[in-house]
């Protein structure tokens, strides 16, 4: 070895923490999901009322449900319609509901592994003779794939709008998301807000709208 110069591995282990790092800080996520909506010709806002009712009856007089009702109610305000009192005397019924599943396992494999000095040095390092890439620098000794397994959730909603004087269906919308989550209080808001993104939009068109953590938002047209 020559003095002074650390093995492979020695500068395996001090460089990995600073490749972790550096993932780590690029990995914050957006919040994505995937929106159909359904319209008839919906009356343009003009104060009328409306009412936020559970799809599942079982979910009447539920806490849970009502936190997630008002966020509902909050974006049918401020499109510009106008909260009842009471079911009975609203122009319209807004149907909600809301689930997450079970989840089911993903395994992923990642090649962010260590290598070799010499012509595979790059800027970051890499094995470009056998197509490998990987933060830091390759070592077949150190490095190699690092398969791990994590649960995926898919979590959704439902809202549909019916006119109470006739029972017409007026509106019906629903939104999905793949997360690493189940936990409806965080995506439930989420997902209202992807609803209401562009609301009500193109009659048969799905579209995915992606939630930065800043608020922004992107609307790409799924096929």
């Not at 009502?66 to 079911?87: D, F, H, K, Q």
């Not at 690092?146 to 004087?165: E, F, M, Q």
Request: hydrophobic fraction near 40%; proline fraction near 7%.
């Amino acid at each position: 070895m020559i003095p002074g110069m650390k093995s492979n591995k020695s500068l395996a282990r001090l460089a990995l923490p600073l490749v972790l790092a550096l993932g780590a800080a690029g990995c914050a996520t957006p919040f994505k999901a995937d929106v159909s909506r359904f319209t008839a010709p919906l009356p343009a806002p003009q104060g009328q009322s409306f009412a936020v009712v559970p799809e599942d009856p079982k979910l009447a007089g539920s806490l849970e449900f009502a936190t997630y009702a008002r966020s509902v109610a909050a974006e049918l305000r401020e499109i510009g319609y106008t909260e009842a009192a009471s079911p009975e005397s609203a122009d319209l019924l807004v149907r909600f509901d809301y689930h997450v599943d079970g989840g089911r396992e993903r395994v992923r494999t990642d090649f962010a592994g260590v290598g070799a000095f010499g012509p595979a040095w790059g800027p970051w390092g890499g094995w470009y003779g056998r197509g490998y890439w990987g933060y830091g620098f390759y070592d077949p000794y150190f490095g190699g794939p690092n398969v791990r397994s994590y649960t995926i959730y898919t979590s959704g909603i439902d809202l549909k709008i019916d006119r109470r004087a006739d029972g017409q269906r007026l509106f019906e919308g629903k939104a999905e998301a793949v997360s690493r989550s189940n936990r409806l209080p965080r995506l439930v808001p989420n997902l209202v807000d992807a609803l209401f993104t562009g609301f009500p939009g193109n009659s048969g068109e799905t579209v995915r709208i992606t939630i930065r953590d800043d608020g922004e938002k992107a609307v790409r047209r799924v096929d």
